[in-house]
Nanobody, 123 residues
Framework: QVQLVESGGGLVQAGGSLRLSCVAS????????MGWFRQAPGKEREFVAT????????IHSNSVKGRFTISRDNANNTAYLQMNSLKPEDTAVYYC????????????????WGQGTQVTVSS
């Protein structure tokens, strides 16, 4: 059974940093692309970043490019989202997701999802 568990969310002031983690179990982790998505109150869930299984390829959304960095540690079945220079508009529930093979920004192509972790950025 595939399970994704996020952690690392919390309350931070604008300009601060957080690192989210997503630990996967029940999969051959390196066979899966990992993605991060977020959903703010009253808004649809949106793509944040994705990384290929071999770690060589990444895509970041324009809204986070230059501030957030996705990475992964295949030896420890963990994906990360380093978030710097946080803004109030980054406030959302952040979800990690997994899909086999190639990375994608398309939410509906991810097969497995975590429960989400809340990130709140105060002004």
């Amino acid at each position: 059974q595939v399970q994704l568990v996020e952690s690392g969310g919390g309350l931070v002031q604008a300009g601060g940093s957080l690192r989210l983690s997503c630990v996967a179990s029940g999969v051959i982790f390196s066979n899966y692309a990992m993605g991060w998505f977020r959903q703010a109150p009253g808004k649809e869930r949106e793509f944040v970043a994705t990384i290929s299984g071999d770690t060589w390829s990444t895509i970041h959304s324009n809204s986070v490019k230059g501030r957030f960095t996705i990475s992964r540690d295949n030896a420890n079945n963990t994906a990360y989202l380093q978030m710097n220079s946080l803004k109030p508009e980054d406030t959302a529930v952040y979800y990690c997701a997994a899909k086999e093979r190639t990375l994608t920004q398309k939410e509906n192509e991810y097969n497995y999802w975590g429960q989400g972790t809340q990130v709140t950025v105060s002004s």
